[in-house]
């Protein structure tokens, strides 16, 4: 199963970390399959740098993004659509949300036809 997580780098005392794309049997700061984005907490305010368009396309190929990852987005207001298909308590993809993502697209896709 891959996850969307967060890599440690940096020196001792100073840590930064890269958002990567990593089979979830692979050690932390082992292999990856892509780097998606990176995340330094130690600036004022935290940097927090991804490409939402890459972490929705693996979310599609069926990445789950970690609790840490969620939150990340959630914090940069990216990817809402991500965040708003995975529950936080349970970290799942519920139907209900899943179902509201779908009519919400097909809403926006008609209102789009019609315009």
């Known amino acids: 199963m891959l996850k969307i997580r967060l890599r440690r780098m ?3 005392f100073q840590p930064h970390y890269r958002v990567v794309v990593a089979d979830s ?3 932390r700061d082992g292999r990856f399959v892509t780097i998606l984005g990176y995340y330094d907490p130690r600036t004022e305010p ?5 490409d939402a368009a890459k972490i929705e396309e693996w979310v599609r190929r069926g990445a ?3 609790l840490a990852v969620i939150g990340l ?8 659509e991500v965040i708003a298909t995975f529950n ?10 899943v179902a509201a993502a779908a009519v919400a697209q097909a809403a926006a896709a008609e209102t789009a036809d019609q315009a």
């Open 88 to 97: 936080r308590k349970n970290h799942r993809k519920t139907r209900e949300s």
């Open 64 to 66: 789950q993004p970690t």
């Open 25 to 27: 049997r692979a050690p």
């Open 10 to 12: 940096g020196a001792k």
């Open 46 to 50: 935290a940097t927090i740098h991804v």
């Open 73 to 80: 987005l959630h914090q940069a207001k990216l990817a809402p």
